[in-house]
Antibody, heavy 127, light 110 residues
Framework: EVQLVESGGGLVQPGESLRLSCVAS????????MHWVRQAPGKGLVWVSR????????SYADSVKGRFTISRDNAKNTLYLQMNSLRAEDTAVYYC????????????????????WGQGTMVTVSS | QSALTQPASVSGSPGQSITISCTGT?????????VSWYQQYPGKAPKLMIY???KRPSGVSNRFSGSKSGNTASLTISGLQAEDEADYYC??????????FGGGTKLTVL
């Protein structure tokens, strides 16, 4: 059974840092692209960042670029999100999610669908 | 990267069918048949309901179906049930490094 379990959320003041973790099990973690997606209270899903399977390629939403860093430890089956210079607008539930690939005719399209999600961890930025 | 456009809310009575639209552009929905749909209950994680436009993961009811016409993808729920009341989000592959979900649609079962 695929499982993604986030941790590390909490209450921090503006300007502080926090590191989120997501421990994966039930699948070959090192074969999948992984993502962080957040959801502010009462709002929709917002993609934050993604990391390819071997950790060599990242991308970020403009709103977090330069402040957040995504990384992974494939030996520990763990995805991380280092969040620095936190702002009130970063307050949200943070989900880690796995995406699969669609491959056809020798070409693979990634990321395809977000096929498994963790339960989320709440981050509150407030003074 | 613009968000995919979904209606804020839809409603239907038990047993009816409803359709939720997801409008993109020729760069995303229109170019690839790689739209996915997610169901989310309050306080819970999203769940994949439809992928690659019309495919259902194992365990998802066949009352849920997906389709596409031009730059608009659609999620149809037939035989509406009270348990279908939730928020629904779409996502489309774009080839861009920046990913975007639809704004979400709240489904109310009357």
């Amino acid at each position: 059974e695929v499982q993604l379990v986030e941790s590390g959320g909490g209450l921090v003041q503006p300007g502080e840092s926090l590191r989120l973790s997501c421990v994966a099990s039930g699948f070959t973690f090192s074969s999948y692209w992984m993502h962080w997606v957040r959801q502010a209270p009462g709002k929709g899903l917002v993609w934050v960042s993604r990391l390819n399977s071997d950790g060599s390629s990242t991308s970020y939403a403009d709103s977090v670029k330069g402040r957040f860093t995504i990384s992974r430890d494939n030996a520990k089956n763990t995805l991380y999100l280092q969040m620095n210079s936190l702002r009130a607008e970063d307050t949200a539930v943070y989900y880690c999610a796995r995406t699969n690939a669609y491959c056809s005719g020798g070409t693979c399209y990634r990321p395809n669908a977000f096929d498994f999600w963790g339960q989320g961890t709440m981050v509150t930025v407030s003074s | 990267q613009s968000a995919l456009t979904q209606p804020a809310s839809v409603s239907g009575s038990p047993g009816q069918s409803i359709t939720i639209s997801c409008t993109g552009t020729s760069s995303d929905v229109g170019s690839y048949n790689l739209v996915s749909w997610y169901q989310q209950y309050p306080g819970k994680a999203p769940k994949l309901m439809i992928y690659e436009g019309s495919k259902r993961p194992s365990g998802v009811s066949n009352r849920f179906s997906g389709s596409k016409s031009g730059n608009t993808a659609s999620l149809t729920i037939s035989g509406l049930q009270a348990e279908d009341e939730a928020d629904y989000y779409c996502y489309s592959y774009t080839g861009s490094s920046s990913l975007v979900f639809g704004g979400g649609t709240k489904l109310t079962v009357l």
